[in-house]
Nanobody, 121 residues
């Protein structure tokens, strides 16, 4: 059993900051890429940021310069530092990881439960 548990969501005013965290647990052998996705009201889920096992990163154009993704392999966590938040950032944010679990022959995608981020005055 593999779980991803997210924390750090909440309500913030435009221009404010939040830091999201996601911790993996369970019978994990390896974690490859880790990422954050989000889904706003009436929108499709989109990739926000991704960090691979070599610490290379990718960001959605809309968040470049404002968001930073990082990971701690020892703690099996991935974080998303979000600065200068805008109302358009309002969404449910989901943690994603490519994980090789015990008994698996290769990596499979796992998802967190989602955490709400609301940017509003």
């Amino acid at each position: 059993q593999v779980l991803l548990v997210e924390s750090g969501g909440g309500l913030v005013q435009p221009g404010g900051s939040l830091r999201l965290s996601c911790a993996a647990s369970g019978n994990i052998l390896l974690i490859y890429a880790m990422a954050w996705y989000r889904q706003g009201p009436g929108k499709l889920r989109e990739l926000v940021a991704r960090i691979n096992s070599g610490y290379g990163t990718d960001y959605a154009e809309s968040v470049k310069g404002r968001f930073t993704i990082s990971r701690d392999n020892a703690k099996m966590t991935v974080s998303l530092q979000m600065n200068n938040l805008k109302p358009q950032d309002t969404a449910v944010y989901y943690c994603n990881a490519e994980i090789v679990a015990l008994g698996a022959v290769g990596p499979d995608p796992y998802w967190g439960q989602g955490t709400q981020v609301t940017v509003s005055s």
